[in-house]
């Protein structure tokens, strides 16, 4: 499967902006769908996962309460809802898929996931 992210760009901060990943060539309504971000000399962070059910969700401590991510499996898409925006979120967003079960915990860590999307950038400014 391919994954293809967008929606991201520049915003003050306190703004928002909403993430889209579709997937093309397969379907991903098995998967655990996650987004992680990087930045320049820092490794891969965890931000969000999904449940393939889309029902059950985990979040970064970090953007708690500031981002919402969901899914459309008859649409093969995933979105991640992003308020509050900070500078701090600064970074290349990813997204991407894995068949790890959800009750591993292990959704929050790259080695999850084996289909990744190409980045899309968000600036957040002062």
């Known amino acids: 499967v391919q994954l293809q992210a967008s929606g991201g760009g520049v915003v003050q901060a306190g703004g928002s902006l909403r993430l889209a990943c579709v997937a093309a060539g397969g379907t991903i309504d098995t998967d655990t769908m996650g987004w992680f971000r990087q930045t320049p000399g820092k490794e891969r962070e965890f931000v969000a996962a999904?449940?393939?059910?889309?029902?059950?969700?985990d979040y970064a401590d970090s953007v708690k309460g500031r981002f919402t991510i969901s899914r459309d499996n008859a649409k093969n898409t995933v979105s991640l809802q992003m308020t509050s925006l900070k500078p701090e979120d600064t970074g290349s967003y990813l997204c991407?898929?894995?068949?790890?079960?959800?009750?591993?915990?292990?959704?929050?860590?790259?080695?999850?996931?084996?289909?990744w999307g190409q980045g899309t950038q968000v600036t957040v400014s002062r």
């Open positions: 999904v449940r393939w059910s889309g029902d059950k969700a």
């Open positions: 991407a898929a894995g068949r790890t079960p959800w009750g591993s915990n292990f959704y929050s860590d790259y080695e999850a996931y084996n289909a």
